[in-house]
């Protein structure tokens, strides 16, 4: 992070710090929401806190990243999307993935497209959800990807 990216090649590794971390947050927070009736405890709050400063300087560098390597872009605000959303920001977030999906769009790339669609189609709240998970399924499909949904 304290570094300027030299390495095409390093997108996977600066992109899954940034998954594993934002994934860390939500299930963090998703942990406390399922236990509405107990009390937070310090500890708790701290970890969920930590997490996601975690997660904030992990997309900080992506973002750097994708300044240098024009192929991280996508992924880079996907998971500004993802960053947001967790935040409270569900329009924030769905501008991120727009323009996620215009950049892998623009350059062509399928399967930085299918996670895009992937993502807006784990929220109900995004209006087209449905067609979201159809056409990421489609791309995965046609790169003869194994789809999770």
């Known amino acids: 992070a304290k570094t300027k990216p030299t390495n095409i090649r390093c997108l996977e590794g600066y992109a899954g710090v940034a998954e594993i971390y934002l994934w860390r947050w939500k299930m963090l927070k998703r942990e406390i929401e399922a236990k509405k009736n107990t009390i937070t405890t310090d500890k708790q709050y701290m970890r969920i806190q930590e997490a996601k400063a975690n ?13 240098v390597f024009i192929i991280a872009r996508p992924r880079a605000w996907l998971w500004q999307g993802v960053y947001d959303w967790e935040n409270g920001k569900p329009k924030k977030a769905h501008q991120a993935w727009q323009k996620s999906l215009s950049i892998a769009t623009e350059l062509k790339m399928p399967y930085e497209q299918a996670l895009v669609y992937q993502e807006m189609g784990q929220h109900p709240e995004i209006p087209g959800q449905p067609q979201h998970l159809q056409q990421a399924q489609t791309l995965f499909e046609e790169m003869e990807v194994i789809y999770f949904n």
Not at 60 to 66: C, E
């Open 55 to 67: 997660a904030k300087q992990a997309c900080q560098a992506l973002q750097g990243y994708s300044k």
